[in-house]
């Protein structure tokens, strides 16, 4: 199986740009970014289509019941969404994405009992 499928494993988009980049692309950015900018896309270069189709069943599982929490674990969900949003516009590469799934996955618990 080639990177398409798994990937090109952590902090190594890198190596996937420069395995598909042209060398007016791969000349004009220099070695000034390390991720794609992008988290979705970082996800895909990164844990290829096996990983992206897993964090997108997990997100649809998810989401819905982090967004609506009950009031005292509203915190995490908040927390979950800031990261999120600071995600999309600023990515600083996959790192966060534990950090999110933790705090979604704290705000969609199910109470014990």
């Known amino acids: 199986m080639g990177p398409g499928v798994l ?35 970082e996800l895909a270069v990164v844990s290829g289509i096996v990983g992206l189709l897993a964090f997108g069943w997990l997100v649809a599982r998810l989401a819905p019941r982090a967004l609506r929490p009950p009031p005292e674990r509203a915190w995490l969900s908040a927390s979950a969404s800031a990261l999120v949003a600071y995600a999309l ?21 199910r109470d014990p009992g």
Request: proline share 5%.
């Open 7 to 41: 990937g090109w494993g952590p902090a190594n988009a890198w190596s996937g740009f420069l395995s598909s980049g042209t060398e007016a692309q791969i000349q004009t950015t220099g070695r000034s970014w390390a991720d794609a900018h992008n988290l979705v896309l």
């Open 89 to 109: 516009v600023e990515p600083l590469d996959v790192v966060l994405v534990p950090l999110v799934v933790v705090f979604a996955a704290g705000a969609a618990g």
